[in-house]
Each structure stands twice: as C-alpha cells, then as structure tokens.
C-alpha cells in the first residue's frame, strides 16, 4: 500500500491539443502510454494515485469522457483535484461529478480523503505569474500591478478553500497532512506565501505542486525542505511520467 502523485497529464482523445510543447518536445511522445505503463509497473490495486490537475484539455465534459475513462483504468484508487485548464470541472458542481464516477474516481473539492493515518487536502491553488520585466541580467525588476491584484484576489479565494479541507479533516480528528495543490505554492518573487504559511500552520508533512512543466519552469517554486515542511514538483513531464512515491 502506497501513495502517489503527479499532475498535468494534459489528456486529448476528445479535444484539440493547445500546447505547442506537446507536439514539439520529446518527453511528450506518446506520453499516455508511456504513463500507463509506469503505473501498471509501480502501482497495485490497494495503492492511491492523487492527479492535481490539468488532466484534459476538453472544455466540457462530454469533451473528457474518454480522458476519465483513461484515468479510471489505471491501477489503484484514483483522487483527482483541479487545475486552471480543467474547465469542465466546475468547483460548485464536484459533488455531481463524484455521483457520476464514484468509487472509481474521487474528485476532491472543500473536503479531504484519508490515506492511513493522513489527511489528504488540497486545491488548485494560484500564484501571480506576470508580466514580469527583466534587466539584462535576468533580473525581476517590474511587474503588472494590475495583474496582480487580480491574482491576490483568486489567492485569497483558493486559501478559503484549502482551510475548508484542513478544518473538516482537523474536526474530524486528523493531525498528519498532505497537501496538494496544482498551481506551486509561491513564484518566483515569494519566498513564502499563503499556501506555505498555511501548510505551517496545519502541520502539513509535505506538499505536492504541478503546473511548472517545460524545463524552464521546473524551478519557478520552493523544492525540496523549506521551514519544516518537504515540498516535491510533481508536473508529469518533470517526473518523465513516473508518479512520485509520497508515503509507503
């Protein structure tokens, strides 16, 4: 029994592929195939596979059935959290989406799932991204002040949300945390933020961010320990479509 995770699988069987990456880099060669079979070679039926966000490019439901149907045929119990190009997920109408896939899918919204002794919370998150202005050396020396009000804005909103997931697991008697999200929990202006003050707060052991995929990106947030807590990358491609091993 084992628990996994990764994110941006970027699925198209029913929609039109938006991402130039996808069609140019190698690493996305065929990459649900080569996906699917690193899950049926690392995971067994009693392992959980969370995927945060970004699963399909279809822009409604009936644009993702065959993604979700992809999904629901890998090894293990499957939790899914949202990502900004998962538009056929509306957040009000999770309940509706889990009474059309449950127990084959679990789509985690304002709640919590358990794994052992953890709670499992999340979100999608967000983070200002730009525009930025750079000085020669590469250097952040501006930014849109308009965007990023804006930003603050859907921070704050996603904060609610994750502290809805933290509190009903902590009702419910919970003490030990992971945290996803699918946005990273700072940019590359932060050094702390929101999401990691609250994964402080909580006693969140580790937390499990995608969306930084093109290795250009790989470094855009915190990895590895900072301030007591482990933070992981885990956008597909950067695991080369191996899901990363969370907890045994």
Same mark, same amino acid.
């Given at each position: 029994m084992a628990l996994y995770a990764i994110g941006d699988l970027h699925l198209h069987f029913q929609s039109e592929l938006r991402a130039p990456?996808?069609?140019?880099?190698?690493?996305?060669?065929?990459?649900?195939?080569?996906?699917? +079979?690193?899950? &049926?070679?690392?995971?067994?039926? /009693?392992?959980?596979?969370? !995927?945060? %966000?970004?699963?399909?490019?279809?822009? +409604?439901?009936? &644009?993702?059935?065959?993604?979700? /149907?992809?999904?629901?045929? !890998?090894? %293990?119990r499957k939790i899914l959290t949202r990502g900004n190009h998962d538009m056929f997920w509306d957040a009000k109408k999770t309940k509706q989406l889990n009474a059309l896939y449950q127990p084959r899918l679990t789509f985690l919204q304002d709640s919590y799932e358990s794994y052992q002794d953890y709670a499992l919370v999340g979100t999608k998150g967000y983070t200002f991204e730009g525009p930025f202005w750079v000085d020669r050396r590469g250097r952040v020396v501006d930014w849109d002040e308009g965007e990023k009000a804006h930003a603050d804005k859907l921070v704050e909103r996603e904060l609610v949300r994750l502290r809805t997931s933290f509190e009903l697991a902590?009702?419910?008697?919970?003490?030990?945390?992971?945290?996803?999200?699918?946005?990273?929990?700072?940019?590359?202006?932060?050094?702390?933020?929101?999401?990691?003050?609250?994964?402080?707060?909580?006693?969140?052991?580790?937390?499990?961010?995608?969306?930084?995929?093109?290795?250009?990106?790989?470094?855009?947030?915190?990895?590895?320990?900072?301030?007591?807590?482990?933070?992981?990358?885990?956008?597909?491609?950067?695991?080369?479509?191996?899901?990363?091993?969370?907890?045994?």
């Open positions: 990456s996808q069609l140019r880099d190698r690493v996305w060669r065929n990459h649900e195939e080569t996906f699917r +079979k690193n899950c &049926e070679r690392l995971l067994t039926p /009693e392992d959980t596979l969370v !995927l945060i %966000g970004d699963h399909s490019w279809g822009k +409604k439901l009936s &644009e993702c059935e065959k993604d979700l /149907e992809y999904i629901c045929g !890998l090894p %293990g902590w009702a419910d008697g919970y003490r030990k945390f992971i945290m996803f999200l699918h946005y990273p929990p700072t940019n590359i202006l932060e050094q702390r933020s929101g999401f990691t003050d609250m994964a402080e707060e909580f006693g969140a052991d580790q937390v499990i961010y995608a969306h930084c995929h093109g290795e250009s990106r790989f470094h855009d947030s915190v990895q590895g320990v900072f301030r007591g807590r482990t933070y992981h990358l885990a956008s597909g491609d950067f695991l080369r479509w191996q899901p990363l091993k969370v907890l045994p």
